[in-house]
């Protein structure tokens, strides 16, 4: 891997990737991550983020439409980082929620993880939307599959 494999590097790297894309916008309103944990040997990738009212919907789950773009952006972000830098679009992108959100202002880790790249042109990443304080509450699964150009 050209990123080199060390973690701090790897994190590095993938913020850097993160930071020239504008995707993680929804209704034109930045949702705002922070990059806890990655790592290039598992390809994983932790983000934290805190929905506020708007990106609940009224039955109190995260609202479909902002668990597809968070987990595009940083599934995509992932994949990219993961096999240094190569390009890639989305050919299927599955959500899926899974129960309601305690409150607004919850913190919720989306931790993606990326699948062993075996020689194929479809990598593939899942992104689990779980309460910050216990991976074992989740909020939403989605599934993302792409297509390398």
Known sequence: M????GTNEFIR???????????HYYYSAELEALVIAADPIKQTLT??????DEEINEAGYIDEGVAGT?????TSTLISAVHEGRSSVTTSLGVQTIRPVPAAD??????????GYCGSANPHAVARFVDASDH??????????????
Not at 47 to 52: D, E, K
Not at 70 to 74: E, K, L, P, S
Not at 106 to 115: E, L, P
């Open 106 to 115: 919850t913190a919720i880790d989306v931790v993606c993880q990326a699948s």
């Open 47 to 52: 983000v934290r983020v805190t929905l506020g």
């Open 2 to 5: 050209g990123v080199g494999t």
């Open 70 to 74: 968070v987990a595009d952006y940083w």
């Open 136 to 149: 074992q509450l989740v909020y939403a699964v989605v599934t993302h599959t792409k297509f390398f150009k």
């Open 13 to 23: 790297y993938v913020k850097d990737l993160a930071s020239g894309k504008k995707s």
